[in-house]
């Protein structure tokens, strides 16, 4: 080891989805929208020219802040964003979460809420979900530095009404809630009605899946203008200028097209609805879908093979080799034509197996 | 006073120059490229489609990555990219930056290494320039936390000899170097050839200046593999996609017109040694210059009244109320047009000014 390695942070880093560079693979493993964003969003970068790409970004985005706030009815002092909902959360971390007392998240969770724990040196607890994956509000009483889920959650799907939502919130006014939103456009109800009675409160949302996104990187959070400002202060100690003029352009414009908006994650409710169904028929089952995602388990077949068989039949899906999910997959939202190739595969499959286990009987 | 707030991270944010949006206003205030970028960029974002946008970029920004690799010689695994130059140092303090030894910067220098140094909690300590502006290499000697400087300086402009710059990087073989060179590319030798020889040097520079691109927000480090290894662990655990679709395209095409490259930053040069003649001959003086703006101060005008006069004509420029540089200015290298309509308002006020001083008598 060299000298300078002593004072060097170390870290565990976050392993994101593969991102296969195949086009031949269908690819239901990052979540991603599988329609193209609004058209307006294309022209809008078309239209980006090099007078304003030599220029520094409006540090403040305005905006888009501005597109935000009109488009969810709130004030401009309201809105935070940043590049995607990640650096949103990892700022929040960084501001809000510097007490000595353990902020709390689920057992199961999206996992990069250790990694920015440790990275920051946050001390944290989870509370385990109950045996129906469900978040239990009474868990989250008592004394804590913070508290963060997501809702829907991940990679579970599984959403908690805004009632035991509220229940936390009002349990823990002394420190921030925050609540991770990336999946709520997909049939959840949103926290975002409660940030002007509760100031403890703050709501996290991506482009990344409902407004098809994710390469351009855009996440924001709503709260009570007091939270934006310190959210604000750190960012602007960390880097300026994050939100590039693309991601600005794009951004407005994906606001723009309501009408796209709604119809794309209609379409993908409607997909995951029969999807579910056809993998019911096959011997899956898991909790109620409320994200752009299945949370599933088969009866007969362990999750870990029916990963490997898809992947190498070309079809990438999630599978986290972690506690009491480790006989799931996480299976995204594509078209319905890619949902059929799923699901002709594995009915083929499984069909191969048993043959194959009756023959050996 | 809330009690959630006793947790806050409280932080004196960076002040980044003003962005006024008034077209008229010749903007000399915070060092972009008056020439737009190379014409492939803006093809580039034409380019771009909603099937690419939909999907997250690739964690590694490896097109990105294997171009600026390319350009400068080096392996691509000695190459780290960010969003902008100042989410690369950020990403630097937060990673080498951990011990209880005081990090080294000079006196006046750029402006966010104490912002990053509070926010992370690091401890420092400033080393002043000597009375021409200069880094003093044996102030860096001894033992510290690590050293981070720009070459040339800011807002001085000043050029530390590459010798100059291996002493420092030779006396601290235990701690990390940092050679910010932002500026670089305006008539600065790069400490770059020094990184196999150092494995405690990073060398940092930006697409925000010579490369017209400060909207698009990308800046890189090269340095030895350990020491990238080290700041991507960290940095996908802070966001593992901080690059959107549109940064990789542009910086990718950027890289791509080498000849525009040189004609720009060329012409850049030229028109800094006119103007710098000019002023010479209105009665400014300052250090030789080796970025795209010029750091001057008046034998008799104080700076801070050309500011504002400057700034009530239209004509932005940067000036610093701080210790020791507060009777300077900071003014960015722009076209040749615009920097003559400077020179004719600098010569008609200070005119106006003896003028009014001589009638006083």
Redesign the interface.
């Known amino acids: 080891m ?15 989805g593969e ?1 296969p560079q195949d086009p031949y693979v269908i ?1 239901l493993n ?1 979540n ?6 609004a ?1 307006g ?2 022209r809008a ?2 239209k ?12 403040s985005a305005a905006g888009l802040v501005s597109a935000i706030a009109r488009r969810y009815g709130v004030n401009m002092d309201q809105v935070f964003v940043g ?2 909902s ?2 949103v959360l ?1 700022m929040c971390f ?6 000595e007392k353990p902020i709390l998240f689920p057992d199961i969770t999206y996992s990069f809420y250790d ?2 724990a ?2 920051f040196r946050i001390p944290y607890e989870r509370r385990p979900l109950n045996d129906e994956f469900e978040i239990v509000p009474e868990d989250y009483q008592g004394e804590n ?2 508290v963060i889920f997501p809702n829907p959650n991940a990679p579970t799907g599984k959403l908690l009404p805004l009632e035991a939502v509220e229940e936390i919130v009002r349990a823990n ?4 809630v925050i609540v991770d939103e990336a999946y709520i456009d997909f049939g959840g109800v949103s926290a975002l009605p409660l940030i002007d009675q509760y ?2 409160l703050l709501v996290v949302q991506t482009f ?1 899946k409902s407004r ?6 855009i996440g924001f959070a709503l709260g009570n203008p ?1 939270l934006i400002r ?1 959210l ?3 960012k ?7 939100m ?4 600005i352009a ?1 951004g407005v414009a994906a606001l723009e097209d309501q009408k796209y908006f709604e119809g794309t994650r209609r379409q993908i409710m409607v997909t995951r609805e029969r999807t579910r169904e056809s993998l019911q028929k096959l011997g899956f089952s898991g909790p109620d879908p409320a994200a752009n995602f299945l949370f599933v388990t088969h009866r007969d077949c362990p999750a870990e093979e029916l990963f490997e068989a898809l992947k190498q039949a070309g079809i990438y899906v999630r599978y986290f080799k972690k506690p009491r999910i480790d006989n799931y997959l996480r299976i995204t939202i594509g078209t319905n034509d890619e949902m059929e190739r799923l699901i002709e595969f594995l009915e083929q499959y499984l069909k191969n197996r048993g043959g194959n286990a009756d023959g050996n009987v």
Chains 1, 2 share one sequence.
Do not use: C, H
């Open positions: 060299r000298p300078w390695e002593e004072y060097i942070r170390r870290v565990e880093p976050y392993v994101p991102q690819k990052t991603e929208n599988p329609y193209p964003p058209p969003v294309t970068l078309e980006l020219e090099g007078e304003k790409l030599r220029k520094y970004p409006d540090p590049v995607g990640d650096d990892a960084l501001t809000f979460f510097g007490g990694v920015w440790s990275l530095g913070g006014r002394d420190v921030i100031d403890n990344s098809s996104l994710a390469g351009m990187r007091r310190y604000n202060d750190v602007y100690s960390f880097n300026s200028y994050t590039n003029q693309a991601a794009a």
